[in-house]
């Protein structure tokens, strides 16, 4: 099966930079499209970013868009979220999550089958 583990959240001050990781194991790296969604207190889970397999072709919530960047490196299976210009209203779980191989590049939560279990970001005002 499909294992992703996040790494990389922590604390930041408004304007401020953090870069998340997800290490995706237990099949073929290049056969998944990848995501990352956020999740904050009482809130439903929500699209932030996605990136297929091999075309790299991405996705971005308006929210985030120009601010944070989605990546994935092929040598050590990794996806990464490049977050820059951070804001308080940032602050969530964020999750990586995969879909069945194959999958076309999806913003919906329910697509996405495979879930790691999620790295805190908090950034202050």
């Known amino acids: 099966q499909v294992q992703l583990v996040e790494s990389g959240g922590g604390l930041v001050q408004a304007g401020g930079s953090l870069r998340l990781s997800c290490a995706f194991s237990g099949r073929t790296f290049s056969l998944y499209a990848l995501a990352w969604f956020a999740q904050a207190p009482g809130k439903e889970r929500e699209f932030v970013a996605a990136i297929s397999q091999s075309s790299g072709s991405t996705k971005y919530a308006d929210s985030v868009k120009g601010r944070f960047t989605i990546s994935r490196d092929t040598a050590d299976d990794t996806m990464y979220l490049q977050m820059n210009s951070l804001r308080p209203e940032d602050t969530a779980v964020y999750y990586c999550?995969?879909?069945?191989?194959?999958?076309?590049?999806?913003?919906?939560?329910?697509?996405?089958?495979?879930w790691g279990q999620g790295t805190q970001v908090t950034v202050s005002s």
């Open positions: 999550a995969a879909p069945r191989p194959y999958t076309t590049l999806d913003t919906s939560p329910d697509v996405y089958i495979y």
